[in-house]
């Protein structure tokens, strides 16, 4: 390459086969036209009016539904990022990135997890001092804090042995784990094998304290005389009324505590716990990022930033590297807000038997996205340029300027730095200025993230996936079925409130995003809406099975054509996409799973929830996400048995539908054998009613072993069982007499 010539810093490829994927998508339009037809056309004259219509409401949202998520598919993008070129122009400038961390609750976030993944971040392969790392404890646990002060004085041989081996990951205890089942590889470098013993010997120490720690409720005496920090837990504060507290663990003007053992500088290393008051709103984790951004930008300001939650540790320790080629690059970069990195999850079963991986999120939708504009900010695992986050509006004049922040010299002494940075976290601070409206993550809604993603790219910035083959972060998603529920509600929830909101995709985003971006968005804010048509089409059907009046046309029919391309094209193609992107076919089918399981009950709950908030009766909730698991609970996670165990409204309702097909499937089945002439003639006249009773029956068989054959404590609760039962035979028969 001739030395004139500009060489990006990042090369964007298309996806391939988009054309055989496109014309399969017109001619499964065309096929999904003629459903509509149909149903217009037939719905005079035919037994159950009623249901007809429902059932055309629920064809004509379901096909609108699916037009919009083409706009995920028409276009998938990729991005190849180049590091040499990057440290060969750069190496000497590269910005100040700033991390942050956000814990909320020692008891299901436990501080041992929490400072692995603050260790791993630490230990990026990156200039240190040009790295600082926040933790935000919203818990305001002194136990966290503890630990986090260990971890400071573990990184002091952790870093060192980081680099000098280049291990990956470099969470110690993913490390760790990752190392014992190949104990033997590793002995081949015996310098190696030697330091690792005593790195991890430390780091054992370490968690003994800590768990000690844990186990007593608070920090021993004696060791809270190694920090002066300590006080501040002594005075009757409790997590919900406390005074802010930040200390600067590490930092380069603490002449005796800044250096690894090799004598190297580390990485800046800072805990808030910011203000709270009783009768203050902390704005949850939206409310501790912004309190992270100010003050994080009286002590290192760094340019960039990088959010992941407390569970979300690196895997990766060149990901700085590769979110800054985007950010660095000459031609394209300073129009980018964002770099958004998959999050991905390391308790994910083989079969991923709650759906959390979110495969065809992670692989084609993220893509998808990128190829309109960019995808969303999704919280975690996102790296950001300081200025967007902060709420400035692209112009074209905006260019890069990393040179500007040399200029951030710190004259104050530490503590003097301390106490001015406090003042930014307190409660009143952001009263009468518009932090969480204009500046910083928007307040008033659970998805935080996708909501400010979204209002960044209105004003004119685009945003970039990033997907590295060597995976960039893991965390923990949750390992049983009410808590993954839960967790989908607060998502689905949030996500309709953002199209409710000032900043809906649909209105505000008109003229200020493309197109297929809004499309994009409106496909995940139109979640919970979802749940209606799904509803309908797993409840009515069945019931009208048993009536006896068919609800789609006889399989001798011409119009029973469009109903079995759109079912066999769009379940073949569903499935082939889910192998290519690496899942399995048990995987595929659990995903299904808990497609309809989420759709009858999570987001059924959060359209209630945002009818409510709508007219004022209910308040604005975030349930924090256990990163815990008992121990048998695990052992039939690993086993992949579905984890029921307590009663909720949810599980309620996707018991009584399973139990209501159920009871539907088995009258078929005596109407077929008992009355021989009409019996199999039904099958043939509602051979898809029947198809879908089999599909519903076949998808809910955990949920009849947990009613009827299993033992353990992760089955569907007595008490349950006989509501659920309740409930589904009063509907049977009196569907059955009226
Ligand atoms: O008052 C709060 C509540 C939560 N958190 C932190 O927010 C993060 C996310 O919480 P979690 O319960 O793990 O929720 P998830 O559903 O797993 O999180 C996803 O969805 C959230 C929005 O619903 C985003 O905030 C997250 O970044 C994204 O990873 C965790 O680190 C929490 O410690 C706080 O700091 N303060
Ligand atoms: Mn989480």
């Known amino acids: 390459m001739g030395s004139g010539e500009y060489s990006p810093l990042f090369e964007t490829t298309r996806g391939r086969g988009r054309f055989i994927y496109r014309s399969f998508a017109m001619s499964l339009f065309v096929a999904i036209c003629f459903i509509w037809v149909y149903r217009f056309s037939h719905i005079k004259g035919e037994d159950g009016k009623w249901a007809w219509i429902g059932m055309l409401g629920a064809e004509l949202w379901f096909g609108f539904y699916w037009v919009l998520t083409q706009a995920l598919r028409w276009n998938l993008i990729f991005r190849q990022p180049f590091k040499n070129r990057l440290s060969q122009r750069y190496e000497n400038k590269l910005p100040r990135v700033d991390i942050f ?97 005593a790195v991890k010997k430390l780091y054992d120490e370490m968690g003994g304290r800590v768990e000690n720690a844990t186990k007593l409720g608070g920090v021993p005496k004696e060791e809270r005389l190694k920090h002066r920090g300590f006080s501040r837990w002594d005075s009757d504060s409790s997590r919900r009324d406390h005074d802010t507290i930040l200390h600067i663990l590490l930092h380069v003007k603490d002449p005796n505590n800044s250096k690894d053992v090799d004598g190297f500088v580390l990485p800046t290393l800072v805990y808030l716990a910011r203000e709270k008051r009783p009768n203050y709103f902390h704005n949850f984790k939206a409310g501790a990022m912004n309190s992270l951004l100010r003050v994080s930008s009286n002590i290192s300001n760094g340019k960039i930033i990088l959010n992941v939650d407390c569970d979300m540790y690196s895997n990766n320790s060149q990901s700085v590297r590769d979110a800054l080629c985007f950010f660095m690059d000459e031609e394209k970069g300073h129009e980018i807000a964002y770099v958004q990195f998959p999050q991905l999850f390391e308790n994910a079963t083989k079969n991923d038997l709650y759906g959390c991986g979110l495969i065809s999120i992670v692989e084609v939708e993220f893509p998808g996205a990128d190829g309109c504009g960019g995808p969303l900010y999704i919280g975690s695992a996102g790296f950001h340029r300081r200025d967007t986050l902060c709420g400035m509006k692209y112009s074209d004049q905006y260019r890069n300027d990393w040179n500007s922040e040399d200029n951030h010299i710190i004259k104050a002494s530490l503590q003097e730095l301390e106490e001015k940075s406090k003042a930014l976290a ?128 006889k399989m001798s029919c011409p119009w029973f054509i469009p109903f079995a391309y759109v079912i066999i094209g769009e379940t073949t193609y569903n499935l082939l996409e889910f192998l290519f992107c690496g899942g ?60 029921f165990g307590t009663s909720s409204p949810m599980l309620t309702i996707l018991t009584t539908l399973a139990l209501l097909n159920l009871f539907c499937f088995l009258n078929v089945l005596k109407d077929a054998i008992l009355l021989e002439e009409g019996g199999l003639e039904a099958y043939e006249k509602m051979a898809l009613q029947v198809l879908l009773c089999g599909f519903l029956l076949f998808i809910n068989l955990p949920i009849y072993q947990a009613l009827f054959i299993r033992k353990d404590n992760g089955k569907l609760p007595i008490s349950l069982a006989i509501k659920s039962t309740i409930l589904a035979l009063g509907a049977f028969i009196s569907c059955n007499f009226i």
């Open 101 to 197: 961390v956000c814990t909320a609750d020692p008891d299901i976030e436990p501080p041992m997890m929490v400072i692995n993944t603050v260790l791993s971040v630490m230990a990026y392969d990156y200039p240190t001092e040009k790295l600082s790392v926040y933790l935000s404890d919203d818990g305001g646990s002194e136990i966290t804090f503890y630990a986090l002060l260990e971890a400071s004085n573990f990184a002091k041989h952790w870093l060192p042995f980081c680099k000098r081996f280049k291990v990956e990951p470099r969470s110690p205890s993913a490390y760790f784990k990752s190392v014992v089942p190949s104990a033997d590889n590793c002995t081949t470098d015996p310098c190696q094998a030697k330091e690792l013993a």
């Open 426 to 553: 307190s409660c009143t601070y952001e009263k009468n200025t518009l932090w969480g409206k204009e500046i910083g993550l928007k307040y008033g809604c659970p998805v935080e993230d996708v909501i400010t993603g979204l209002s960044i790219q209105c004003q004119g910035w685009k945003s970039v996936y990033c997907n590295p083959s060597r995976k960039a972060f893991f965390g923990l998603a949750p390992t049983n079925l009410p808590q993954t529920l839960v967790q989908h509600k607060r998502w689905s929830e949030g996500d309709l409130q953002i199209l409710l909101s000032k900043y809906s995709p649909a209105r505000y985003g008109f003229g200020r995003i493309s197109l297929g971006l809004q499309m994009c968005y409106c496909v995940y804010c139109l979640w919970a809406p979802n749940c209606l048509a799904t509803l309908y089409y797993s409840i009515i059907p069945s019931l009208y099975l048993i009536k006896g009046i068919p609800l789609f046309p």
């Open 584 to 643: 399995t076919f048990q995987g595929w089918w659990n995903d299904q799973r808990i497609w309809l399981y989420k759709r009858t009950s999570s987001y059924l709950f959060a359209c209630i929830d945002t009818v409510l908030k709508l007219l004022g009766f209910s308040d604005l909730t975030f349930e924090i996400t256990a990163k815990v698991t008992e121990e048998d609970v695990s052992k039939r996670h690993e086993k992949e048995i579905m984890e």
